[in-house]
């Protein structure tokens, strides 16, 4: 375990990390102090977890992944490379996933995950696993016809326009009468 410094995680976020060491001794990257980390786990020197995070027996972590405050990742999960999963997302063997940003009054990322059971739910600021009914609805209550809204609404169009959703839920309906 090498010693604890202040962190500002995602240029905002100020807690204690430290050095993860991995498990063939060679140092791995930057780790809540509080997060919960399975102790067999190698974790890539450029990659970082963030506060309240918990990464179980198995999983893998790619160059440059950004594990979010208070992310959970099961059991034999692989995140690959530059990877960044927000906050409260969930995302299954089945789905279909988007995000970028930054977008709407906090300048937040947002994702889109496309599931079998839920459709599309999004991640959004302190907006979390919405509907896109009601994300649109939300939109329209507090931004309206400002710059912000008119973000989101692009940013939704873009989603819901998407061929690789549109191939993700052909795959399932193909999948379904084969």
């Not at 027996?57 to 440059?64: C, E, Q, T, V």
């Not at 979010?68 to 692989?78: E, F, K, L, N, T």
């Not at 709407?104 to 599931?115: E, L, N």
């Not at 600021?125 to 400002?146: D, M, N």
Request: charged share 20%.
């Amino acid at each position: 375990m090498t010693e604890t410094f202040e962190h500002l995680f995602g240029g905002w976020n100020e807690a204690q990390a430290r050095r993860w060491r991995n498990p063939d001794g060679s140092e791995g990257g930057i780790v809540a102090a509080d997060a919960r980390i399975d102790s067999a786990l190698t974790i890539p020197a450029d990659a970082v977890v963030w506060p309240r995070a918990s990464i179980g027996y198995g999983a893998r972590i790619g160059d440059g992944a950004s594990i979010g405050d208070g992310a959970r990742i099961g059991d034999g999960a692989s995140i690959g490379p530059r990877a960044s999963i927000g906050d409260g997302a969930s995302i299954g063997v089945q789905d279909w996933w988007l995000s970028g940003g930054p977008c709407g009054s906090r300048d937040a990322f947002w994702i889109a995950v496309w599931s079998p059971q839920h459709g599309v739910r999004w991640w959004v600021g302190c907006q979390w696993g919405l509907s896109t009914a009601e994300l649109c609805a939300r939109v329209e209550a507090q931004h309206g016809t400002s710059a912000h809204g008119d973000d989101y609404r692009a940013v939704i169009a873009f989603v819901e326009g998407h061929p690789g959703l549109a191939r993700a839920k052909a795959k399932l309906a193909s999948e379904a009468t084969s």
